[in-house]
């Protein structure tokens, strides 16, 4: 079987569990400080800010952007839940608009158009890695906030890295992400205030121990995990050219007999999804092969009954979820697992 998904965990990562575990710090600590300097440093952010996971990274941004109930944030409807349900989370409406022609992030001219005096924060999601046009996002924007959910992009590099366009970014590092560190999450930022939020916010509204300022939550992430990020943040890098370099054989084997994604906007493939008529039938085709294959996502997030009430009009995002199909492109692959997707594929849809 060759899985669509991975999580690449060596001898490094074990030995510094192993050495944190015996040192005594177990919750946040000097790890998860470590972590975060090393973290802002790779982003070219002044603050990084780690979290339990990427639903309260996007929760806490909110939050600490100042989004409060009555409040509108524009975001997409083809995403995962949690960037939506975190809008919900702080008590905010979400505004579901469209993506771009032939694409899969928002489309700028539906957020200008969705801009109201009530707009507290745009959420763009840089969905399967593949940065949003952030310029001409920001000049949509205007002043309205913008918050990245980053979740799928680490690394990922056009005019700035991903999570260093906007007023906060917003990572998850579950096992299937670029990088992971089991669960957690990551919040990143040029602003002090909002640097000062996240940390309070994430522990109990404390300024200091005992001095419970406001309400908060525990939202901190572990020194274990935070010894496991330190090391994928060493591999990125590489983590991301191979699945680029993934992608590039399935785009050039493959741009005949299916709809391949384009490489654009510092994409590092955290999916690689190609759209076919004949989705589900292929996606049998693989399966029957040994091939793992995803649907993400299989509905708009405003079918979703906790986000109903939101429904919008959206053409193009509706017409993504019986249409595509993410095929394994992570780098635990070896060429000749890449060579067998791109046969099997090829099988079901010969070209004339
Ligand atoms: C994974 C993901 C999240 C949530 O991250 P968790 O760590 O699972 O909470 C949010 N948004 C997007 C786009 C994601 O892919």
Not at 95 to 120: C, M, W
Not at 277 to 298: F, V
Not at 312 to 320: N, V
Request: charged letters at 20%; a negative charge; aromatic letters at 6%.
């Amino acid at each position: 079987m060759i899985p669509i998904a991975e999580p690449l965990i060596g001898d490094e990562e074990q030995r510094e569990v192993a050495r944190v575990l015996g040192s005594g710090s177990l919750a946040q600590g000097p790890e998860v400080a470590a972590f975060e300097a090393e973290f802002a440093a790779y982003c070219g952010t002044k603050h990084a800010l780690a979290t339990t996971n990427g639903t309260t990274a996007l929760h806490l941004a909110l939050l600490a952007a100042g989004v409060s109930p009555g409040d509108e944030v524009i975001t997409t409807p083809f995403s995962f839940f949690a960037s939506a349900s975190s809008i919900r989370m702080a008590g905010a409406k979400p505004v579901f608009v469209d993506l771009e022609r032939d694409g899969y992030t928002l489309d700028p001219a539906a957020v200008v158009a969705a801009i109201t005096p009530r707009t507290k924060a745009v959420m763009p999601v840089h969905l399967y890695g593949e940065l949003c046009d952030m310029d001409a996002l920001r000049e949509a924007c205007d002043t309205v906030p913008i918050i990245e959910d980053a979740c799928q992009a680490h690394g990922a590099e056009a005019g700035g890295r991903a999570g260093s366009h906007g007023l906060a970014g917003c990572f998850s590092f579950y096992p299937t992400k670029n990088m992971t560190t089991g669960e957690g999450g990551m919040v990143t930022t040029d602003d002090d205030d909002v640097a000062a939020a996240v940390a309070q916010l994430r522990a109990h509204g404390q300024s200091e121990r005992y001095e419970h300022l406001q309400l908060g939550f525990n939202y901190r992430m572990t020194d274990i995990a935070a010894a496991i990020g330190r090391v994928q943040l060493r591999k990125l890098d590489g983590y991301n050219e191979a699945r680029r370099a993934n992608a590039r054989r399935y785009s050039a084997a493959l741009a005949d007999c299916v709809q391949v994604p384009t490489e654009r906007r510092g994409h590092v493939f955290h999916q690689y999804t190609i759209q076919s008529d004949a989705r589900d039938a292929l996606r049998e085709h693989l399966t029957a092969r040994g091939i793992g294959s995803g649907i993400y996502y299989p509905a708009l997030l405003y079918e979703a009954r906790p986000l109903a009430e939101f429904a919008a009009l959206t053409p193009r995002a509706a017409a993504l979820p019986a249409r595509v199909l993410s095929l394994p492109v992570h780098p635990g692959l070896s060429e000749e697992d890449v060579g067998t997707v791109i046969d099997a594929v090829r099988d079901f849809a010969p070209t004339a």
